[in-house]
């Protein structure tokens, strides 16, 4: 039988962050308070000072989780400050990250938490095409320096955007993604950007909104879907294969808890804990109506053994991965989402870049950067002919002439896809749509990392490519890179 401890124990995420290894997760505010109505404000005021005096003191909340924000700044007016440590994220959509649009954004985040300064402000971006993501974080980061936000994170970003984050300069403690015994994504390519960068993950979906719980053990599957939460997560459960490898998996995992005289919530926590780049979980929490801290502190009272692991294992061994990186399923289909499909979502998303008419040749379209370059040298970023898109050599010029990772070749190129995806995107093309690329790299040590990415981006595609080294590429840059699209549409 677990002994379970008095208290959770508690990790430093960055200086003088330090917070319990389970979170208290409040997306349910929004799911409860659906209806219209908010969530008694004393009962759930009440439900938070009992999680964290029993050392669940981290909340962990966003400016879409209903008033989960306004709730915790009334337990914090009554209990103190420094009683609780305030998580909250910022999801604005794309578009301009001027530096107002910005501050407006953290001020509304402080003035719904009665903060002078928020511990960790994650921050959510919806398409990496769009570059305002790197002018957001630098804002953000000079926020930080000013005293208004402690630490920043990000939520749901890719290992290469979260590599550049890094790269570029930005102190990026946290990224927050999804991670259970059903989406193993972060295991792979994410651990290892983690152990490079020192960022550690802050992982939800880790009871699959319920699902990985006792209560579904030899259960048939549901007709209906009670809630937003077990919505989302019982579309990752038809992903992998379906409620029978939904129900191997929790087979595995009762026989483990039974061993150990735990559930099987906590067994699919501690699954998790014991990932290498894993800092916390996030357990949800729904104020007022259901309390699990005393089951969330035996997650520390035992460890998974190898025989439990090759369980585990074995239970996994039928599954489908989940496809992509970490924060794909809000990207590009299929949309794992409580929303299901956000085609229409995407399609109503500012463009990075507009197309106009050539003055000398009115049957192409052109793309213009506004790179004081190009009427200086008379070239367009981008031009379509016909059915031809041709994309001139791009480097990881962010603005009129910041470089995006200085001397780093594989964050750069990052930076060069996304932007030649834009500029295909305005000309009514696509990145499946290229036929051929060309790459440019100065020191041809990085031609790995660089080809590793090209890898990742156009892996299903398969274009024609050449890679060469270059002795000295204009203005400094590890790699440039030029794309030709062919659009039969």
């Given at each position: 039988m677990a002994d379970r401890p008095l208290r959770p124990p508690r990790i430093e995420l960055g200086p003088g962050l330090?917070?319990?290894?389970?979170?208290?997760?409040?997306?349910?505010?929004?799911?409860?308070?659906?209806?219209?109505?908010?969530?008694?404000?004393?009962?759930a005021t009440l439900a938070l000072g009992e999680y964290a005096d029993a050392g669940f003191d981290a909340f962990d909340m966003a400016d879409h989780y209903g008033s989960a924000e306004i709730l915790v700044a009334r337990y914090l007016a009554h209990a103190g400050r420094g009683r609780a440590t305030a998580f909250t994220k910022?999801?604005?959509?794309?578009?301009?990250?001027t530096p107002e649009v910005v501050r407006e954004g953290v001020k509304e985040r402080l003035e719904r938490l009665?903060?002078?300064?928020?511990?960790?402000?994650?921050?959510?971006?919806?398409?990496?095409?769009?570059?305002?993501?790197?002018?957001?974080?630098?804002?953000?980061?000079?926020?930080?320096?000013?005293?208004?936000?402690?630490?920043?994170?990000?939520?749901?970003?890719?290992?290469?955007?979260?590599?550049?984050?890094?790269?570029?300069?930005?102190?990026?403690?946290?990224?927050?993604?999804?991670?259970?015994?059903?989406?193993?994504?972060?295991?792979?390519?994410?651990?290892?950007?983690?152990?490079?960068?020192?960022?550690?993950?802050?992982?939800?979906?880790?009871?699959?909104?319920?699902?990985?719980?006792?209560?579904?053990?030899?259960?048939?599957?549901?007709?209906?879907?009670?809630?937003?939460?077990?919505?989302?997560?019982?579309?990752?459960?038809?992903?992998?294969g379906g409620w029978g490898v939904l129900q191997r998996v929790l087979g595995a995992a009762k026989t483990i808890a039974v061993k150990h005289g735990v559930s099987v919530a906590n067994v699919a926590a501690r699954w998790v804990l014991e990932q290498e780049a894993v800092g916390a979980v996030i357990i949800g929490a729904r104020l007022g109506e259901r309390e699990?801290?005393?089951d969330n502190l035996a997650v520390f009272g035992f460890a998974l053994d190898d025989e439990d692991k090759a369980r585990l294992v074995e239970a996994q061994s039928r599954m489908r991965e989940i496809p992509g990186d970490c924060g794909d399923e809000y990207r590009k289909p299929p949309f794992l989402t409580a929303s299901g499909d956000l085609s229409h979502h995407f399609a109503g998303l500012p463009r990075v870049f507009e197309a106009r008419a050539s003055t000398a040749h009115p049957e192409r379209r052109i793309v213009e950067s506004g790179s004081r370059w190009e009427p200086i040298a008379g070239y367009a970023r981008a031009v379509r002919a016909g059915t031809r898109i041709l994309v001139s050599g791009t480097t990881a010029t962010h603005g009129e002439s910041t470089v995006v990772c200085p001397g780093d070749a594989e964050g750069q190129t990052v930076y060069i896809l996304d932007k030649i995806g834009a500029a295909i995107e305005a000309l009514g093309g696509e990145l499946g749509d290229v036929a051929r690329t060309r790459i440019y790299v100065r020191d041809a040590a990085c031609a790995e990392r660089v080809a590793r990415v090209h890898g990742r981006y156009f892996g299903a595609i398969r274009p024609a490519n050449t890679l060469v080294e270059i002795a000295?590429?204009?203005?400094?840059?590890?790699?440039?890179?030029?794309?030709?699209?062919?659009?039969?549409?």
């Open positions: 330090e917070v319990p290894r389970v979170l208290t997760g409040l997306w349910q505010v929004a799911d409860m308070e659906r209806d219209g109505k908010p969530l008694d404000p004393d009962h910022w999801c604005p959509l794309p578009g301009p990250m009665g903060l002078p300064r928020i511990d960790l402000l994650q921050f959510h971006w919806w398409q990496y095409r769009h570059p305002g993501y790197l002018d957001a974080m630098l804002e953000l980061g000079r926020l930080r320096r000013d005293g208004r936000i402690g630490h920043l994170g990000v939520t749901n970003f890719d290992a290469d955007h979260l590599r550049l984050l890094v790269r570029h300069g930005i102190p990026v403690v946290s990224n927050q993604v999804s991670f259970s015994l059903l989406d193993r994504r972060p295991a792979g390519r994410m651990t290892e950007v983690c152990r490079e960068t020192g960022v550690k993950l802050l992982a939800y979906g880790v009871l699959a909104g319920g699902f990985l719980s006792d209560r579904w053990v030899d259960r048939p599957e549901p007709a209906e879907i009670p809630d937003w939460s077990k919505s989302k997560y019982k579309r990752f459960i038809d992903t992998v699990h801290r005393g000295g590429l204009v203005g400094g840059y590890e790699v440039e890179i030029e794309a030709e699209a062919e659009v039969s549409r």
